[in-house]
Protein backbone atom coordinates (compact mmCIF):
# COMPACT_ATOMS: atom_id res chain seq x y z
CA UNK A 1 0.00 0.00 0.00
CA UNK A 2 1.27 3.53 -0.90
CA UNK A 3 0.79 6.30 1.83
CA UNK A 4 0.57 9.59 1.79
CA UNK A 5 1.50 12.43 4.17
CA UNK A 6 1.64 15.78 5.73
CA UNK A 7 3.44 17.43 8.38
CA UNK A 8 3.63 20.53 9.20
CA UNK A 9 6.68 22.72 10.09
CA UNK A 10 7.45 24.04 13.68
CA UNK A 11 9.24 26.98 14.76
CA UNK A 12 11.25 27.00 18.38
CA UNK A 13 9.75 29.52 20.68
CA UNK A 14 12.08 28.34 23.32
CA UNK A 15 14.44 26.44 21.56
CA UNK A 16 16.17 22.83 21.66
CA UNK A 17 20.07 22.99 21.25
CA UNK A 18 21.68 19.86 22.12
CA UNK A 19 21.65 15.89 22.68
CA UNK A 20 21.80 13.74 25.83
CA UNK A 21 22.27 10.92 24.02
CA UNK A 22 23.20 10.98 19.94
CA UNK A 23 22.10 7.28 18.90
CA UNK A 24 18.89 7.60 20.26
CA UNK A 25 18.40 11.48 19.60
CA UNK A 26 17.39 12.26 23.18
CA UNK A 27 17.51 15.98 23.46
CA UNK A 28 19.31 17.78 26.51
CA UNK A 29 16.54 20.53 26.68
CA UNK A 30 12.80 20.38 26.50
CA UNK A 31 11.53 22.90 23.92
CA UNK A 32 8.39 24.87 23.33
CA UNK A 33 7.21 25.43 19.22
CA UNK A 34 4.55 26.52 17.27
CA UNK A 35 3.20 24.51 14.39
CA UNK A 36 2.92 26.50 11.25
CA UNK A 37 0.41 26.22 8.71
CA UNK A 38 1.76 27.20 5.75
CA UNK A 39 5.29 25.21 5.32
CA UNK A 40 4.71 21.53 5.14
CA UNK A 41 6.09 18.34 3.76
CA UNK A 42 4.41 15.62 1.89
CA UNK A 43 5.54 12.17 1.52
CA UNK A 44 4.14 9.26 -0.04
CA UNK A 45 5.61 5.52 1.04
CA UNK A 46 5.55 2.34 -0.33
CA UNK A 47 7.43 -0.93 -0.18
CA UNK A 48 7.59 -2.94 -2.48
CA UNK A 49 9.08 -6.24 -3.65
CA UNK A 50 11.39 -6.17 -6.24
CA UNK A 51 13.71 -3.73 -5.17
CA UNK A 52 17.50 -3.51 -4.47
CA UNK A 53 17.70 -0.77 -2.12
CA UNK A 54 15.03 2.50 -1.13
CA UNK A 55 14.53 5.08 -3.32
CA UNK A 56 13.92 8.41 -2.89
CA UNK A 57 13.05 11.40 -4.37
CA UNK A 58 13.06 14.49 -2.97
CA UNK A 59 11.51 18.00 -4.46
CA UNK A 60 11.18 16.40 -7.96
CA UNK A 61 14.69 14.64 -8.40
CA UNK A 62 16.79 11.93 -7.10
CA UNK A 63 18.13 12.39 -3.64
CA UNK A 64 21.60 12.19 -3.18
CA UNK A 65 23.33 9.32 -1.32
CA UNK A 66 23.85 11.10 1.96
CA UNK A 67 19.89 11.93 2.45
CA UNK A 68 18.78 8.53 1.02
CA UNK A 69 21.17 7.04 3.88
CA UNK A 70 19.72 9.09 6.25
CA UNK A 71 16.17 8.17 5.20
CA UNK A 72 16.88 4.42 4.92
CA UNK A 73 18.28 4.48 8.29
CA UNK A 74 14.98 5.64 9.40
CA UNK A 75 13.03 3.17 7.57
CA UNK A 76 15.30 0.53 9.28
CA UNK A 77 13.35 1.37 12.25
CA UNK A 78 9.93 1.21 10.93
CA UNK A 79 11.55 -2.18 8.97
CA UNK A 80 12.58 -3.88 12.04
CA UNK A 81 9.54 -3.09 13.95
CA UNK A 82 6.88 -4.25 11.28
CA UNK A 83 9.23 -7.40 10.61
CA UNK A 84 9.64 -6.26 6.72
CA UNK A 85 12.99 -6.84 5.10
CA UNK A 86 10.87 -4.71 1.69
CA UNK A 87 12.79 -1.76 0.22
CA UNK A 88 10.82 1.46 -0.11
CA UNK A 89 9.71 4.33 -3.05
CA UNK A 90 9.77 7.80 -1.11
CA UNK A 91 8.40 10.81 -2.88
CA UNK A 92 8.93 13.84 -0.62
CA UNK A 93 8.63 17.24 -1.50
CA UNK A 94 8.63 20.43 0.95
CA UNK A 95 6.50 23.69 -0.44
CA UNK A 96 9.84 26.02 1.07
CA UNK A 97 13.72 25.60 0.98
CA UNK A 98 15.34 22.95 2.64
CA UNK A 99 18.08 23.05 5.23
CA UNK A 100 18.04 27.10 5.24
CA UNK A 101 16.66 26.94 8.73
CA UNK A 102 13.21 26.51 8.22
CA UNK A 103 12.95 22.78 9.69
CA UNK A 104 12.35 20.75 7.28
CA UNK A 105 13.64 17.90 8.81
CA UNK A 106 10.64 18.61 11.43
CA UNK A 107 8.27 18.22 9.20
CA UNK A 108 10.06 15.94 6.82
CA UNK A 109 10.52 13.60 9.54
CA UNK A 110 7.68 13.67 10.94
CA UNK A 111 5.70 13.52 7.75
CA UNK A 112 7.69 9.89 7.29
CA UNK A 113 7.43 8.32 10.61
CA UNK A 114 3.59 8.62 9.75
CA UNK A 115 3.66 7.67 5.83
CA UNK A 116 6.42 5.40 6.49
CA UNK A 117 5.02 4.01 9.99
CA UNK A 118 1.26 3.34 7.82
CA UNK A 119 2.53 1.88 5.14
CA UNK A 120 4.17 -0.96 6.74
CA UNK A 121 0.94 -1.90 8.50
CA UNK A 122 1.70 -0.25 11.98
CA UNK A 123 -1.01 2.00 13.61
CA UNK A 124 0.76 4.13 16.36
CA UNK A 125 -0.44 7.01 18.84
CA UNK A 126 0.40 10.22 18.01
CA UNK A 127 2.49 10.21 20.83
CA UNK A 128 4.07 6.66 19.65
CA UNK A 129 4.23 9.10 16.40
CA UNK A 130 6.41 11.12 18.02
CA UNK A 131 8.82 8.52 19.45
CA UNK A 132 9.76 7.86 16.38
CA UNK A 133 9.83 11.03 14.47
CA UNK A 134 12.49 12.20 16.79
CA UNK A 135 14.65 9.39 16.06
CA UNK A 136 15.10 11.59 13.28
CA UNK A 137 15.39 14.84 13.94
CA UNK A 138 14.74 16.32 17.45
CA UNK A 139 12.09 18.70 16.20
CA UNK A 140 10.26 16.70 14.04
CA UNK A 141 8.78 15.04 17.29
CA UNK A 142 6.95 18.63 17.82
CA UNK A 143 5.48 18.50 14.10
CA UNK A 144 3.31 15.42 14.96
CA UNK A 145 1.23 17.95 16.77
CA UNK A 146 -0.71 20.95 15.62
CA UNK A 147 -0.68 24.45 17.80
CA UNK A 148 1.55 25.08 20.72
CA UNK A 149 3.42 22.30 21.44
CA UNK A 150 6.56 21.11 23.95
CA UNK A 151 8.90 18.96 23.74
CA UNK A 152 9.76 17.18 26.68
CA UNK A 153 13.61 16.01 26.78
CA UNK A 154 12.03 13.31 29.01
CA UNK A 155 13.98 11.19 32.04
CA UNK A 156 14.07 7.26 30.83
CA UNK A 157 17.22 6.33 29.42
CA UNK A 158 15.40 3.94 26.44
CA UNK A 159 13.65 7.48 25.48
CA UNK A 160 10.16 6.58 25.83
CA UNK A 161 9.39 9.61 27.60
CA UNK A 162 10.99 11.82 25.44
CA UNK A 163 8.31 12.59 23.06
CA UNK A 164 6.14 15.83 22.32
CA UNK A 165 2.55 17.10 23.39
CA UNK A 166 -0.07 19.52 22.48
CA UNK A 167 -0.45 22.15 25.21
CA UNK A 168 -2.62 24.13 23.40
CA UNK A 169 -4.84 24.01 20.24
CA UNK A 170 -4.06 26.09 17.37
CA UNK A 171 -7.72 28.21 18.11
CA UNK A 172 -6.32 28.93 21.16
CA UNK A 173 -4.55 31.52 20.30
CA UNK A 174 -4.12 32.73 16.88
CA UNK A 175 -0.38 34.09 16.51
CA UNK A 176 1.03 34.59 13.17
CA UNK A 177 4.43 34.35 11.56
CA UNK A 178 5.97 36.31 9.25
CA UNK A 179 9.12 34.49 7.75
CA UNK A 180 11.91 36.17 5.69
CA UNK A 181 14.11 34.17 3.54
CA UNK A 182 17.44 35.91 3.42
CA UNK A 183 19.45 33.04 1.46
CA UNK A 184 18.12 29.63 -0.07
CA UNK A 185 21.34 28.52 0.45
CA UNK A 186 21.73 25.59 2.07
CA UNK A 187 23.65 25.48 5.56
CA UNK A 188 27.05 24.86 6.09
CA UNK A 189 26.24 23.30 10.00
CA UNK A 190 23.82 20.93 10.13
CA UNK A 191 22.18 20.80 13.67
CA UNK A 192 23.84 17.17 14.46
CA UNK A 193 27.58 18.87 13.74
CA UNK A 194 26.40 21.58 15.49
CA UNK A 195 24.87 20.18 19.02
CA UNK A 196 28.27 18.22 19.03
CA UNK A 197 30.71 20.65 18.85
CA UNK A 198 28.50 23.03 21.05
CA UNK A 199 28.00 20.53 23.61
CA UNK A 200 31.93 19.57 23.75
CA UNK A 201 33.48 23.20 23.42
CA UNK A 202 31.13 25.63 24.43
CA UNK A 203 31.81 27.30 27.85
CA UNK A 204 28.10 28.06 28.14
CA UNK A 205 26.86 23.93 27.79
CA UNK A 206 26.09 23.55 31.61
CA UNK A 207 24.44 27.00 32.43
CA UNK A 208 22.27 26.36 28.76
CA UNK A 209 21.09 23.30 30.46
CA UNK A 210 20.39 25.07 33.94
CA UNK A 211 18.54 27.39 32.90
CA UNK A 212 16.06 25.56 30.54
CA UNK A 213 13.53 24.20 33.04
CA UNK A 214 12.98 27.97 34.14
CA UNK A 215 12.81 29.17 30.09
CA UNK A 216 10.17 26.26 29.66
CA UNK A 217 7.47 27.06 32.72
CA UNK A 218 7.90 31.08 31.88
CA UNK A 219 6.66 30.18 28.40
CA UNK A 220 4.06 27.81 29.23
CA UNK A 221 2.48 30.42 31.25
CA UNK A 222 3.03 33.01 28.92
CA UNK A 223 0.61 30.56 26.54
CA UNK A 224 -1.66 30.01 29.23
CA UNK A 225 -2.11 33.73 30.49
CA UNK A 226 -2.15 34.46 26.28
CA UNK A 227 0.47 36.99 27.24
CA UNK A 228 1.98 38.07 24.02
CA UNK A 229 4.54 40.38 25.33
CA UNK A 230 5.34 38.03 27.79
CA UNK A 231 5.98 35.11 25.02
CA UNK A 232 7.77 37.60 22.29
CA UNK A 233 10.23 38.64 25.05
CA UNK A 234 10.92 34.93 26.04
CA UNK A 235 11.06 34.00 22.43
CA UNK A 236 13.84 36.57 21.77
CA UNK A 237 15.47 35.49 24.78
CA UNK A 238 15.64 32.03 23.95
CA UNK A 239 17.13 32.42 20.79
CA UNK A 240 19.51 34.92 21.42
CA UNK A 241 20.67 32.64 24.07
CA UNK A 242 20.64 29.79 21.72
CA UNK A 243 22.98 31.39 19.42
CA UNK A 244 25.26 32.82 21.69
CA UNK A 245 26.17 29.51 23.17
CA UNK A 246 26.80 28.14 19.60
CA UNK A 247 29.20 31.06 18.96
CA UNK A 248 30.86 30.42 21.89
CA UNK A 249 31.75 26.79 20.51
CA UNK A 250 35.46 26.38 19.06
CA UNK A 251 35.25 26.82 15.85
CA UNK A 252 32.00 29.31 17.27
CA UNK A 253 28.89 28.34 15.21
CA UNK A 254 27.61 31.73 13.42
CA UNK A 255 24.03 30.82 11.28
CA UNK A 256 23.31 34.79 10.33
CA UNK A 257 23.82 36.63 7.11
CA UNK A 258 23.87 40.72 7.37
CA UNK A 259 20.56 41.03 6.37
CA UNK A 260 19.25 38.71 9.78
CA UNK A 261 21.26 41.25 11.53
CA UNK A 262 19.39 44.20 9.60
CA UNK A 263 16.57 42.30 10.55
CA UNK A 264 17.34 41.33 14.75
CA UNK A 265 17.90 45.91 14.85
CA UNK A 266 14.48 46.45 12.78
CA UNK A 267 12.14 44.04 14.41
CA UNK A 268 13.59 46.05 17.46
CA UNK A 269 13.45 49.23 16.48
CA UNK A 270 9.47 48.86 15.19
CA UNK A 271 9.14 47.60 19.00
CA UNK A 272 10.08 51.02 20.04
CA UNK A 273 7.79 52.73 17.41
CA UNK A 274 4.77 50.65 19.22
CA UNK A 275 4.78 48.27 17.12
CA UNK A 276 4.54 44.84 19.04
CA UNK A 277 6.79 42.46 17.10
CA UNK A 278 9.56 39.91 18.21
CA UNK A 279 12.40 37.40 16.29
CA UNK A 280 13.17 34.65 16.60
CA UNK A 281 15.87 32.59 14.04
CA UNK A 282 16.69 29.02 14.15
CA UNK A 283 20.09 27.44 12.79
CA UNK A 284 19.73 29.14 9.62
CA UNK A 285 19.69 33.02 8.48
CA UNK A 286 15.90 33.22 8.27
CA UNK A 287 14.66 35.56 10.61
CA UNK A 288 10.76 35.02 11.75
CA UNK A 289 8.34 37.50 12.94
CA UNK A 290 5.69 36.96 15.71
CA UNK A 291 2.93 39.27 15.58
CA UNK A 292 -0.54 39.48 16.60
CA UNK A 293 -2.86 39.07 13.19
CA UNK A 294 -3.89 42.68 13.26
CA UNK A 295 -0.31 43.88 13.02
CA UNK A 296 0.36 41.35 9.94
CA UNK A 297 0.07 43.73 7.14
CA UNK A 298 2.75 46.23 8.78
CA UNK A 299 5.20 43.96 9.76
CA UNK A 300 5.22 42.65 6.35
CA UNK A 301 5.33 46.20 4.83
CA UNK A 302 8.36 46.75 6.89
CA UNK A 303 10.86 43.87 6.45
CA UNK A 304 9.92 43.70 2.84
CA UNK A 305 11.71 47.23 2.66
CA UNK A 306 14.89 45.45 3.74
CA UNK A 307 16.64 44.71 0.47
CA UNK A 308 18.61 41.91 1.56
CA UNK A 309 14.87 40.28 1.78
CA UNK A 310 14.28 37.62 -0.80
CA UNK A 311 10.64 36.72 -0.21
CA UNK A 312 8.32 37.21 2.50
CA UNK A 313 6.19 33.51 3.50
CA UNK A 314 3.39 34.49 6.10
CA UNK A 315 1.46 31.83 8.43
CA UNK A 316 -0.62 31.17 10.97
CA UNK A 317 -0.67 28.06 13.46
CA UNK A 318 -1.53 24.36 11.69
CA UNK A 319 -2.49 21.53 12.59
CA UNK A 320 -1.62 17.65 13.40
CA UNK A 321 0.24 15.54 11.00
CA UNK A 322 -2.27 13.57 9.07
CA UNK A 323 -2.66 10.67 6.19
CA UNK A 324 -3.66 12.48 2.83
CA UNK A 325 -3.97 9.63 0.75
CA UNK A 326 -3.70 5.57 0.26
CA UNK A 327 -3.81 3.91 -2.20
CA UNK A 328 -3.07 -0.58 -2.91
O1 LIG B 1 15.88 18.71 15.38
P1 LIG B 1 16.85 19.43 14.57
O2 LIG B 1 18.06 18.62 14.33
O3 LIG B 1 16.23 19.95 13.33
O4 LIG B 1 17.37 20.70 15.41
C1 LIG B 1 16.55 21.80 15.70
C2 LIG B 1 17.34 22.93 16.24
C3 LIG B 1 16.66 24.28 16.18
O5 LIG B 1 15.83 24.39 15.06
C4 LIG B 1 17.76 25.35 16.04
C5 LIG B 1 15.90 24.61 17.46
C6 LIG B 1 14.56 23.92 17.62
O6 LIG B 1 14.19 23.69 18.77
O7 LIG B 1 13.88 23.66 16.62
Given at each position: ?12 L ?44 L ?15 F????R ?8 A ?9 T ?34 A ?52 K ?45 G???E ?27 I ?44 V ?19
Amino acid sequence: MRVKARANSNIALIKYWGKKNIGLNLPAVGSISITLNELYTETSVEFKAGLSQDHLVLNGQSASAPDTGRVSRFLDIIRKRSNTGLFAEIISANNFPTSAGLASSASGFACLALAGSSAAGLDLTPVQLSELARLGSGSAARSIFGGFVEMKKGLESDGSDSVAEQIAMRKFWDLRLIIAITSEEKKKTGSTDGMIVTRDTSPYYSAWIESSENDLAEMRDAIRRRDFEALGELTEYSCLKMHALAMAAKPGLIYWNNTTIDLIHMIRDLRKKGLPVYFTIDAGPQVKAVCLPEYVGQVRDEIRKNPGVLRVIETGLGGDAMIVGEEN
